[in-house]
């Protein structure tokens, strides 16, 4: 008797049976919303500048002057096009391999070599 006093019965409080499929649709809307403003805002702009950045670097040619991921500036001397890498004159007669993905930045564009 004594823990009656203390605890009250919890009673199920009426649902309504069934018709809850536009309730749950209503439910999904903010994530739906939220996917919407982060594809304009983060995901598209990404891919944009993921295409611009690829199509560049398949554009590099003998004479530009490019920029790579850490900071080296120089003159492209070499460009095979299957190949991943090219080579770059950092200084006269230094030369090194630096790969295509790496390329940050073409800072001046030069006129194309004439086979």
């Keep these: 008797m004594e823990s009656r ?3 009250s019965p919890a009673f199920a409080q009426g649902a309504p049976a ?3 499929g536009m309730d749950a649709i209503i ?16 995901i ?4 944009r500048r993921v295409k611009a950045h ?17 900071g080296i500036i120089g003159k492209v001397t070499k460009v095979l096009e299957d ?5 770059v004159e950092i200084a006269d007669n230094v030369k090194v391999k630096v790969a295509r993905a790496m390329i940050s930045e073409v800072r001046s564009k030069s006129e194309p070599v004439k086979a």
Excluded: C, H, Y
Excluded at 56 to 66: L, S, W, Y
């Design 54 to 70: 690829q199509e560049m670097i398949k554009n590099v040619r003998r004479g530009d002057t490019v920029v790579t991921s850490g």
């Design 18 to 20: 069934g018709g809850g």
């Design 5 to 7: 006093l203390f605890i």
């Design 27 to 42: 439910q999904f809307v903010p994530f739906i919303l939220i996917f919407v403003i982060m594809w304009f805002l983060i």
């Design 83 to 87: 190949s991943a890498d090219v080579e």
């Design 44 to 47: 598209r702009p990404q891919q």
